[in-house]
């Protein structure tokens, strides 16, 4: 039995040492993703209606990836509801809605309901989530559609002929659907949550916290041992972030040593990456710092809030309230209106 036992250790020792190697996967282009839909022959037909390019419960969802996304459309929906003036045909809930459907989605749909006369009674906002544009000119669906995207499970809906009001921020690969104006920042959003999800796990884990309390002098003994664990046991509470005092005559240079355990893990790159992201966003949504509450970091800060409003407003809230006055052409009805902005006074200003 030795005997075999010596040639399989024999076997077993000649047997080359292999590497076993393996790489990640490309980044997803844009330009080049396999993921995104691509426009092979115009849109994506199913059945009586088109699906969307970019899959709406993908945008939906990304509505909260970030706080800086997040709220830079709740600013700009803000300032619309401040400006609003209600009609006989859109309360203010209803415009609300209808603006946050435009900004995060693309699309705003808005459904004619008639009085018993057939007449124009109010509008109210389907989903875009959940609405879908028909092959057929003029016709709409409301889906209810898969996880995946692809689809609707069940319950679909054809809208009454002629009574969906639809407004589309302009696509340059399709005239269907509208995208988000923002959609260049969607990485970037979502680098920055997984930023976060990153380092909340991080802490939670108790990786960023503790160390290791390395002892091997020769000169302290079993019983100063015993008493320097007790003081670090007894380092919370009141007496936590105290200093530790050890006496060792004739010891050794490296005879005790404190080794963090996240030294590695702590040297990544959250705040760069966290400052990264949020400018990516701000630039998507041309929105000033200083509107948002986000504190500078430099001496000279970022400027008169005051001024910025303003340029913000004309440049950006301005033409906003004019496509959604396009719902006035559409309906021949005077269905959305803004009072005009006040521009906010100088810092100079008496």
Do not use: C
């Amino acid at each position: 039995m030795s005997d075999i036992a010596e040639r399989e250790g024999a076997e077993q020792a000649a047997e080359p040492i292999t590497i076993e190697a393996f790489s990640f996967g490309d980044d997803a282009s844009v330009v080049d993703g396999q993921n995104l839909w691509s426009y092979f022959d115009g849109m994506w037909r199913n059945g009586d209606w088109y699906e969307p390019p970019v899959p709406f419960i993908g945008l939906a969802k990304s509505y909260r990836m970030a706080p800086h996304h997040q709220s830079a459309i709740k600013f700009k929906v803000n300032l619309l509801k401040r400006h609003f003036v209600p009609s006989r045909w859109m309360d203010a809930a209803t415009h609300e809605r209808a603006a946050l459907d435009y900004l995060q989605m693309g699309n705003l749909f808005l459904e004619e309901v008639r009085n018993m006369a057939k007449r124009p009674l109010r509008y109210r906002v389907s989903p875009a989530l959940h609405t879908r544009v028909g092959v057929e000119e003029g016709r709409y669906f409301w889906v209810k559609p898969s996880p995946f995207g692809l689809g609707s499970l069940s319950g679909d809906h054809e809208f009454r002929a002629g009574s969906i009001v639809h407004l589309a921020e302009p696509d340059v690969e399709q005239e269907v659907y509208g995208l988000p104006e923002w959609l260049s920042a969607l990485q970037s959003g979502l680098l920055n949550e997984a930023a976060t999800l990153f380092r909340r796990r991080y802490y939670k884990n108790g990786a960023h916290a503790g160390f290791v309390f390395y002892l091997s002098e020769e000169t302290v003994s079993n019983q100063d041992a015993d008493a320097i664990r007790d003081q670090l046991t007894q380092a919370k509470g009141v007496g936590n972030f105290k200093n530790l005092f050890i006496h060792a005559p004739r010891g050794n240079k490296d005879g005790v040593q404190i080794i963090p355990i996240a030294e590695v893990a702590a040297r990544d790159e959250f705040l760069g990456i966290k400052n990264v992201s949020r400018d990516d966003l701000l630039s998507a949504h041309r929105m000033p710092p200083q509107l948002l509450g986000i504190v500078p970091t430099n001496n000279g800060g970022f400027g008169d809030v005051r001024s910025a409003m303003d340029v913000f407003f004309i440049n950006e809230i301005g033409p906003l309230m004019e496509t959604m006055r396009r719902i006035n052409d559409i309906t021949g009805l005077p269905v959305v209106n803004y009072r005009d902005y006040a521009p906010m006074m100088p810092v100079g200003g008496a």
